[in-house]
């Protein structure tokens, strides 16, 4: 009795395993991570994965999008020579198969960032930099700082610098560091940065998808004084800058052409989808020349 349970549980296994990951062992294609090819900071095509150590690449097999790319880790494998169980129906076909049947070309996380494989710019092209009509007059000046047209591109260039910056820090000497009295500290402007991020992404979203209900301002002053950023070590604030960045890339990188001009109402202004990316963009280059000249100098 026991044998033949165990003979079931592991049909059954076998089974998700087939239905999950839809391939079988070794015919999968790694995730490639050979460093970026010339020319993609300027098209914003890829961004590599940093994996903890001891973790296995992720394998992807070209062709059949996320659905089945990514095999649970701890599953069993399909075997060769196993097929569907008598008496199962077939998987029904998801509806967006037709969408994961093309090429991989959409962002996919991988360990802690995130790999994007852009359509090329022939396909995809730019996001364009936007007018003044699409963006709110305060924000122009940072704008002004994203050089190109390509918001992602820039996202992609600017988040190296700014790890590369946090990561040479030393967690004593940024203990409660700020340049005047009554200013934010070092910590509290890095988590500044991710908050803006987050809540200019989400009005991005909600403008990409055609959401046509104004959207409400918020008062950055009175976030960072409720977040209790300089309690947290850098390697915190660092980690969620991180995380932050990757659902922006991963959001912005699955959106149509079409959907870069798309407008909205912020507050009291009009704006884009591609003029709140650059603003994510400007914004956080204005604040990291200020750590660089205010607060490290």
Same mark, same amino acid.
């Not at 097999?61 to 494998?77: F, L, Q, W, Y």
């Not at 996202?155 to 790890?163: F, G, P, Y």
């Not at 055609?210 to 300089?230: H, K, N």
């Not at 969620?240 to 870069?260: D, F, H, I, K």
């Given at each position: 009795?026991?044998?033949?349970?165990?003979? +079931?549980?592991?049909?059954?296994?076998?089974?998700?395993?087939?239905? =999950?990951?839809?391939?079988?062992?070794?015919?999968?294609?790694?995730?490639?991570?050979?460093?970026?090819?010339?020319?993609?900071?300027?098209?914003?095509?890829?961004?590599?994965?940093?994996?903890? *150590?001891?973790?296995?690449?992720?394998?992807?097999?070209?062709? =059949?999008?996320?659905?089945?790319? *990514?095999? +649970?880790?701890? =599953?069993?494998?399909?075997?060769?020579?196993?097929?569907?169980?008598?008496?199962?129906?077939?998987?029904?076909?998801?509806?967006?198969?037709?969408?994961?049947?093309?090429?991989?070309?959409?962002?996919?996380?991988? +360990?802690?960032?995130?790999? %994007?494989?852009?359509?090329?710019?022939?396909?995809?092209?730019?996001?364009?930099?936007?007018?003044?009509?699409?963006?709110?007059?305060?924000?122009?000046?940072?704008?002004?700082?994203?050089?190109?047209?390509?918001?992602?591109?820039?996202?992609?260039?600017?988040?190296?610098?700014?790890?590369?910056?946090?990561?040479?820090?030393?967690?004593?000497?940024?203990?409660?560091?700020?340049?005047?009295?009554?200013?934010?500290?070092?910590?509290?402007?890095?988590?500044?940065?991710?908050?803006?991020?987050?809540?200019? *992404?989400?009005?991005?979203?909600?403008?990409?998808?055609?959401?046509?209900?104004?959207?409400?301002?918020?008062?950055?002053?009175?976030?960072?004084?409720?977040?209790?950023?300089?309690?947290?070590?850098?390697?915190?604030?660092?980690?969620?800058?991180?995380?932050?960045?990757?659902?922006?890339?991963?959001?912005?990188?699955?959106?149509? *052409?079409?959907?870069?001009?798309?407008?909205?109402?912020?507050?009291?202004?009009?704006?884009? %989808?591609?003029?709140?990316?650059?603003?994510?963009?400007?914004?956080?280059?204005?604040?990291?020349?200020?750590?660089?000249?205010?607060?490290?100098?």
């Amino acid at each position: 009795m026991a044998a033949a349970r165990a003979r +079931g549980a592991r049909t059954s296994r076998d089974l998700w395993a087939r239905r =999950r990951g839809g391939h079988l062992p070794g015919q999968a294609d790694r995730v490639r991570d050979d460093g970026a090819r010339a020319g993609d900071r300027s098209l914003g095509a890829r961004l590599l994965s940093r994996r903890p *150590a001891g973790r296995a690449p992720l394998r992807v097999r070209p062709g =059949r999008g996320s659905a089945g790319a *990514a095999r +649970g880790r701890g =599953r069993p494998h399909a075997r060769k020579g196993q097929g569907r169980a008598a008496g199962l129906p077939a998987a029904a076909p998801r509806a967006d198969a037709g969408h994961l049947s093309l090429p991989l070309q959409r962002p996919l996380v991988v +360990g802690d960032e995130v790999a %994007v494989e852009l359509i090329p710019p022939a396909s995809r092209g730019p996001s364009g930099r936007p007018g003044d009509d699409e963006i709110a007059a305060y924000a122009k000046p940072d704008i002004d700082l994203v050089v190109g047209d390509d918001a992602i591109a820039a996202l992609v260039a600017q988040r190296r610098q700014t790890v590369l910056l946090v990561e040479s820090l030393d967690e004593e000497r940024v203990r409660g560091l700020t340049y005047s009295p009554g200013k934010w500290t070092l910590k509290e402007v890095l988590g500044h940065i991710a908050d803006d991020e987050r809540i200019y *992404a989400y009005r991005a979203l909600c403008i990409a998808r055609g959401d046509a209900a104004p959207l409400p301002s918020f008062d950055e002053v009175r976030y960072v004084a409720a977040a209790g950023f300089e309690t947290r070590p850098l390697v915190s604030l660092l980690g969620e800058y991180r995380a932050v960045r990757q659902a922006t890339l991963a959001l912005l990188g699955g959106l149509p *052409a079409e959907a870069w001009r798309r407008r909205g109402v912020v507050s009291d202004y009009t704006t884009s %989808v591609r003029g709140l990316a650059f603003h994510i963009a400007g914004h956080e280059l204005r604040h990291v020349r200020s750590l660089r000249e205010k607060y490290l100098r």
